[in-house]
């Protein structure tokens, strides 16, 4: 099963330094291991971005790359089967493959 809750001690690390309890609006674990063995969340934040990070991500301040593209907050992200990640923008109706 993926991890699909903004809360536990599995994504703790996704919240930034600033971020309220409400700037990340979603998040999602890979559904299989990638290429190199290890599972990742993607999150999707009020500040246009999708984040990418190693999961478990239990420590504060975890590594993580930022890639945007929306321009309205990410309302939701989601990995299919195959692992490709889908983000999906609220004021801009977008749906993004990443």
């Not at 299919?80 to 109706?93: K, P, Q």
């Amino acid at each position: 099963p993926q991890w699909t809750c903004i809360l536990g001690w599995h994504v703790a690390g996704i919240w930034k330094p600033g971020y309220d309890g409400t700037d990340i609006n979603a998040c999602c674990q890979t559904y299989v291991p990638a290429a190199d063995g290890a599972h990742y969340v993607a999150v999707g934040d009020d500040n246009q971005n999708v984040l990418l990070l190693r999961f478990p991500a239990p420590e504060a301040d975890a590594e993580f790359r930022s890639y945007g593209g929306h321009a309205s907050h990410v309302t939701c992200v989601r990995f299919s089967a195959a692992n490709v990640l889908v983000s999906a923008g609220g004021a801009d109706h977008t749906l993004q493959q990443c």
